[in-house]
């Protein structure tokens, strides 16, 4: 079982550039989220999905966009890359509420500066 | 709205010592609670969890959590500390519409 898996790990933008953050998880699972960590902030939720074709909006969406479009995938787009989006990004899977098992798991993580 | 607090940006305590890490929440309907923790440059890993039934629950590395209803928290305890436990600890909430909400994080130190 490779869990959920995030590339790239690293990533360098210039200001205006796009580009998409890719997530993966092998576990069936129905739920999957992004989320970004600054210091001093912790999580805070991006975009978060509860199944194929089904996305909605975090604390912080603005200047990213989602798709779901398999249940395996979640990708994150970045439109037009600001400094102010510097930040570690994490990527979530879990099963949804009502099973026994709801914890999340998480990606290693993508650290990315925009200059 | 759903919400996290986690009152102590961070918390020392002596090896072999008892450690408690504080959390409160704010959700609409019965709450799932859940407990991560977060080595340097690593993902988070999941330590423990509430769902229903027992106000004390157990989970990974000795750790274990109070769930406390009329208070709205859920306070993450070990009873005695070692140093490998020192990393950053998350508290989560997951409420209505799936949604789950994390705290801002404690950095345990444990001091030997």
């Known amino acids: 079982n490779a869990g959920v898996t995030q590339t790239p790990k690293f990533q360098v933008l210039k200001t205006g550039q796009s580009m998409t953050l890719q997530c993966a998880q092998d576990?069936?699972?129905?739920?999957m989220s992004w989320y970004r960590q600054d210091p001093g902030m912790g999580l805070r939720l991006i975009h978060y999905?509860?199944?194929?074709?089904?996305?909605d909006q975090g604390e912080v969406p603005n200047g990213y966009n989602v798709s779901r479009s398999t249940t395996e995938d979640f990708p994150l787009r970045l439109l037009s890359a600001a400094p102010s989006q510097t930040s570690v990004y994490f990527c979530?899977?879990?099963?949804?509420?009502?099973?026994?098992?709801?914890?999340?798991?998480f990606g290693q993580g993508t650290r990315l500066t925009v200059v | 709205a759903q919400s996290v607090a986690q009152p102590e940006d961070q918390v020392n305590v002596a090896e072999g010592n008892p450690l408690t890490v504080k959390c409160t929440y704010s959700?609409?309907?019965?709450?799932?609670l859940f407990w991560y923790v977060q080595y340097p440059n690593r993902g988070l890993q999941f330590l423990l969890k509430?769902?229903?039934?027992?106000?004390l629950v157990k989970g990974s590395y000795g750790f274990e959590a109070e769930f406390n209803k009329s208070q709205t928290s859920f306070h993450l305890k070990k009873p005695s500390a070692l140093v490998s436990d020192s990393a950053l600890y998350f508290c989560?909430?997951?409420?209505?519409?799936?949604?789950?909400?994390f705290g801002t994080g404690t950095k345990l130190q444990v001091i030997p």
């Open positions: 999905s509860v199944g194929a074709g089904i996305t």
């Open positions: 509430y769902i229903t039934g027992d106000n």
């Open positions: 979530a899977s879990s099963y949804s509420t009502g099973a026994k098992n709801t914890e999340a798991f």
């Open positions: 576990m069936n699972h129905e739920y």
């Open positions: 959700v609409s309907g019965n709450p799932y």
């Open positions: 989560a909430v997951r409420g209505g519409y799936q949604k789950v909400t």
